[in-house]
DNA sequence: CTGCCTCCC
DNA sequence: GGGAGGCAG
């Protein structure tokens, strides 16, 4: 009677423990899954999710996009951040003052070097890419965010491409976007800081969704020729900046999809 | 020198 | 999408 006893409370015991762990194992499971969804708002939230390398070791990671800083060149060698559908909105918010991004340890440049230069402040993320908040919107007027720009060219064919960028977020329900100039050696410069004026501007937007990738590289000047007419392969790009681009994709894809200058699945 | 305002293309 | 001049602190 006695061993017929604890032989049942053996097996309760059993029981118990493996209720217990079983239980804990649920839970451990349920924590993991959590996590990585975690790690993804949070990589969503501070744009770490297909950010390029950076061939300066500064990155900065703002609320709406994040920037690489070149300090010999007084600006960004690229900034990056997702053009969402949700994103687009014709609101019309008070332009605010350009401010010292002082998120830059090395000392972002100041927006008066651009002061009768005869250059624009150029905006990199576009401040119409981010009309959906007021903060967001401030934030791009960041001297970290800008870059010396002819008139003629910020007004023109660039405005058209930021316009075309913005149709097919809408289009396409949201792109990713890597933009800057293309900072070589030897570049003229303004100001006291000697901010380089770039020769060259690219851009790479990537649909996610649709497995398709287009680049762009246009001269400093203002041009009357189709947006099309300056498509470039992102690999090539990758070349003159040193940069890669979208280093977070499986390789074939990323390959496959960075050496083609074929740009008939983008709608002009 | 920096921050802010007003008027301008 | 931007610029210039001016003024106060």
Same mark, same amino acid.
């Given at each position: 009677?006695?061993?017929?006893?604890?032989?049942?409370?053996?097996?309760?015991?059993?029981?118990?423990?493996?209720?217990?762990?079983?239980? /804990?194992? &649920? %839970? !451990?499971?349920?924590? =993991?899954?959590?996590?990585?969804?975690?790690? +993804?708002?949070?990589?969503?939230?501070?744009?770490?999710?297909?950010?390029?390398?950076?061939?300066?070791?500064?990155?900065?990671?703002?609320?709406?996009?994040?920037?690489?800083?070149?300090?010999?060149?007084?600006?960004?060698?690229?900034?990056?951040?997702?053009?969402?559908?949700?994103?687009?909105?014709?609101?019309?918010?008070?332009?605010?003052?350009?401010?010292?991004?002082?998120?830059?340890?090395?000392?972002?440049?100041?927006?008066?070097?651009?002061?009768?230069?005869?250059?624009?402040?150029?905006?990199?993320?576009?401040?119409?890419?981010?009309?959906?908040?007021?903060?967001?919107?401030? /934030?791009? &007027? %960041? !001297?970290?965010?800008? =870059?010396?720009?002819?008139?003629?060219?910020? +007004?023109?064919?660039?405005?058209?491409?930021?316009?075309?960028?913005?149709?097919?977020?809408?289009?396409?329900?949201?792109?990713?976007?890597?933009?800057?100039?293309?900072?070589?050696?030897?570049?003229?410069?303004?100001?006291?800081?000697?901010?380089?004026?770039?020769?060259?501007?690219?851009?790479?937007?990537?649909?996610?969704?649709?497995?398709?990738?287009?680049?762009?590289?246009?001269?400093?000047?203002?041009?009357?020729?189709?947006?099309?007419?300056?498509?470039?392969?992102?690999?090539?790009?990758?070349?003159?900046?040193?940069?890669?681009?979208?280093?977070?994709?499986?390789?074939?894809? /990323?390959?496959? %999809?960075?050496?083609?200058?074929?740009?008939?699945?983008?709608?002009?």
């Amino acid at each position: 009677m006695v061993l017929r006893n604890r032989h049942l409370y053996s097996l309760i015991a059993i029981l118990i423990l493996l209720g217990v762990y079983g239980y /804990e194992y &649920f %839970l !451990t499971e349920l924590d =993991s899954a959590e996590l990585v969804k975690e790690e +993804a708002r949070v990589k969503t939230e501070t744009n770490t999710f297909f950010l390029p390398t950076s061939t300066t070791g500064q990155i900065i990671h703002h609320k709406g996009y994040s920037l690489s800083y070149s300090e010999p060149h007084e600006q960004a060698e690229w900034v990056a951040y997702e053009l969402k559908k949700s994103h687009l909105a014709t609101t019309n918010f008070k332009r605010p003052y350009f401010e010292i991004d002082h998120a830059v340890k090395t000392g972002a440049a100041s927006w008066r070097n651009y002061k009768n230069s005869g250059y624009d402040r150029g905006h990199l993320v576009p401040a119409g890419d981010k009309n959906y908040s007021q903060q967001a919107h401030d /934030e791009t &007027f %960041l !001297t970290s965010n800008i =870059s010396p720009q002819r008139h003629a060219f910020n +007004a023109g064919i660039w405005n058209a491409l930021e316009q075309k960028v913005r149709y097919w977020a809408s289009k396409y329900d949201g792109v990713f976007v890597v933009t800057g100039g293309v900072l070589t050696s030897g570049l003229t410069t303004i100001g006291t800081e000697k901010v380089a004026v770039p020769d060259a501007f690219y851009k790479v937007v990537f649909d996610a969704d649709h497995n398709k990738m287009i680049a762009f590289l246009m001269p400093h000047k203002n041009s009357a020729e189709p947006l099309y007419n300056f498509v470039v392969s992102v690999d090539s790009v990758e070349v003159i900046t040193g940069i890669d681009f979208f280093p977070e994709l499986e390789d074939d894809l /990323e390959n496959q %999809l960075e050496a083609t200058t074929d740009y008939s699945g983008w709608s002009f």
